[in-house]
């Protein structure tokens, strides 16, 4: 358990973030592919759904909000539909207040990802890349200084964070005393001097400086060539993706933090998600180091998430202290956690399937129709009755065993990824709410007769009939049992 890192998350709610930056819009175009298309080499996908975010400063500021902070966010939009989706979003977020310039003359940036499963095959950018209106951003950023502990300059290189607008924001930002965090773009990083910390990746340090390599000695050497180009920049945190990251605060040894990731699905807005959680930490009084440790746990959170994903405060947390819920219990959940827990699994893009069953005494039967299921899918949902719709179903008898037993032995199975408990006779209710890619029944069954086939066959998913054992069911077990008594 690590207290120091543990006890900041809980205190970010006092903190407000000011964030000047290119903002930009996310969208997320999800489908399958299964064809080449005959026109040309490519694939053909079809789409299935399409989601909006903020990017770049925007994410910054989203991710400050998802951490339980307040966010001022301070950029260019266009007068068009991007800007006004991208207006729209902001409005709700209740910790995020907006103080955008709207430019008629400029295009709102927009990043559209195309998605198949977990993978991104394509990226298509629209933007505008000349100086945007320097006044005004600063008039909106000094209007807002005072309020603020502390400054994310997050560079995209779109035009808003120009050689005049960053020496006065920078100016501005240490007359009030407020520590100022650069995510950069630009390969004169003489250009940032004079804020707190510099936050560049590894190819954006490597380009600054003519320093190359993956190695801990080559990332400590380009930290330091970036505090001599810049000497009144405090602190250089690189970030290394697998490697890690690497810190240098001006006077000290670098350190270097390994990688905390324990699956990657998607690295897209870590930049961000580790902006948000340095500023947040140097807001509540943190080392840089302590600071750089937590982003280091929210970008190994962040990453194994799909796409523009946020951190929570919780989930910080639970990460400092290396805390590992029971991960069997940690697949039993009420419907409410559970769709939760399903919005995670789609945003991935991964497909869900469900069956269900009331899985009194679990046999051979159960754990092949179990791994059928999960062969057909990537994350596995199993609605199972409670003890009182077991009793409906099967008499006064049954359940042999109690409903929190039945869901923790099948909550052990590699195969089944979450269990929902319903009370109803049928689980018509948990299909209409999670809309399963894949709905599973025994080949006892028909297609016509599986409840909710026809409401999973109308928007697309599929039903599998998966093949059954003969002999095996929990009535012929338990008739044996009594027989032998």
């Known amino acids: 358990m690590d207290d120091t890192l543990a006890k900041l998350p809980p205190t970010f709610s006092g903190a407000t973030v000011l964030v000047l930056g290119d903002v930009m819009l996310d969208r997320f175009v999800y489908g399958a592919v299964d064809r080449i298309s005959p026109e040309a080499p490519v694939p053909v996908i079809a789409i299935e759904r399409e989601t909006a975010m903020l990017g770049g400063a925007g994410n910054v500021a989203r991710n400050v909000a998802a951490l339980g902070g307040r966010a001022v966010l301070v950029g260019v939009v266009g007068d068009d539909d991007a800007g006004r989706t991208?207006?729209?979003l902001i409005d709700r977020e209740p910790s995020l207040d907006?103080?955008?310039?709207?430019d008629a003359k400029r295009r709102t940036t927009e990043k559209t990802r195309y998605?198949?499963?977990?993978?991104?095959?394509?990226?298509?950018?629209r933007e505008d890349r000349g100086e945007a209106d320097g006044q005004a951003l600063l008039k909106a950023f000094e209007a807002h200084l005072r309020e603020v502990d502390v400054?994310?300059?997050?560079?995209y290189a779109k035009g808003v964070l120009t050689p005049v607008v960053l020496k006065a924001a920078i100016a501005a930002a240490n007359a009030a005393g407020k520590p100022v965090i650069v995510d950069p773009k630009s390969r004169d990083f003489s250009r940032y001097d004079g804020a707190t910390l510099i936050k560049p990746n590894r190819r954006e340090a490597a380009e600054a400086t003519g320093i190359a390599g993956a190695g801990d000695e080559a990332a400590a050497e380009a930290a330091d060539a970036i505090l001599a180009t810049a000497p009144n920049l405090a602190a250089a945190l690189?970030?290394?993706?697998?490697?890690?990251?690497?810190?240098?605060v001006r006077g000290e040894a670098p350190v270097h933090l390994p990688a905390t990731a324990l699956e990657v699905f998607d690295v897209s807005g870590a930049g961000d998600t580790v902006a948000a959680t340095l500023a947040l930490s140097l807001a509540k009084g943190a080392r840089p180091l302590d600071a750089a440790r937590l982003a280091n746990l929210a970008a190994g959170l962040v990453v194994a998430k799909l796409g523009t994903d946020v951190v929570t405060a919780d989930e910080l947390v639970e990460a400092a202290r290396g805390e590992h819920a029971d991960p069997i219990a940690d697949k039993i959940a009420d419907l409410d956690g559970a769709l939760a827990i399903v919005a995670g699994w789609r945003a991935r893009g991964l497909k869900v399937g469900f069956t269900n069953g009331c899985f009194d005494l679990l046999h051979p039967g159960h754990v092949s129709l179990l791994a059928q299921a999960k062969a057909a899918c990537d994350r596995l949902i199993v609605g199972l009755n409670t003890d009182a719709s077991v009793q409906?179903?099967?008499?006064?008898?049954?359940?042999?065993?109690?409903?929190?037993?039945r869901a923790t032995v099948l909550a052990s199975l590699s195969a089944v990824d979450l269990v929902v408990l319903f009370d109803e006779q049928t689980p018509l209710n948990l299909i209409k709410a999670f809309r399963p890619d894949v709905l599973v029944k025994g080949a006892d069954y028909t297609v016509e007769t599986v409840v909710g086939s026809d409401?999973?066959?109308?928007?697309?998913?599929k039903v599998l009939l998966a093949e059954l054992k003969a002999g095996q069911s929990t009535t012929n077990l338990i008739g044996r049992m009594n027989a032998k008594a």
């Open 86 to 88: 991208l207006l729209g």
């Open 98 to 102: 907006a103080a955008l310039i709207v």
């Open 115 to 125: 998605i198949s499963g977990s993978h991104q095959m394509l990226r298509a950018d």
């Open 151 to 155: 400054v994310v300059l997050s560079d």
């Open 238 to 248: 690189i970030t290394r993706g697998g490697a890690g990251m690497t810190l240098a």
């Open 392 to 405: 409906r179903l099967k008499g006064p008898t049954r359940p042999v065993q109690k409903e929190g037993g």
């Open 455 to 461: 409401v999973v066959l109308a928007y697309g998913g």
